[in-house]
């Protein structure tokens, strides 16, 4: 089988696994990502610069969700990552 060269994964996914990383176990959670924007002059010559939008995606992570977020967007962490018996 080939080497993979990419790995894709939906939102839900990697929601499920920052659950798990953070060892929670109680709650509703959604991805949260944050953006920064910005504005500059770019192009491929001084002679073709053009204003220009800039985005980058400054981090992820995960918020408690609000009771009426979609359910689309929401994972229980009581689910997906419950507490060990003892």
């Not at 499920?16 to 990383?21: A, G, N, S």
């Not at 509703?28 to 980058?56: D, I, Q």
Request: proline share 6%; no cysteine.
């Amino acid at each position: 089988m080939p080497e993979a060269s990419q790995i894709n994964f939906k939102h839900k996914e990697v929601l499920e696994l920052l659950i798990r990383q953070a060892k929670i176990h109680e709650g509703k959670w959604m991805l949260s990502v944050a953006f920064n924007f910005g504005a500059g002059h770019a192009g491929p010559s001084v002679e073709e610069t053009y204003p220009t939008a800039f985005v980058s995606l400054a981090n992820i992570g995960i918020a408690k969700a609000s009771s009426d977020a979609p359910e689309s967007l929401v994972l229980d962490a009581a689910v997906v990552n419950p507490a060990k018996k003892r």
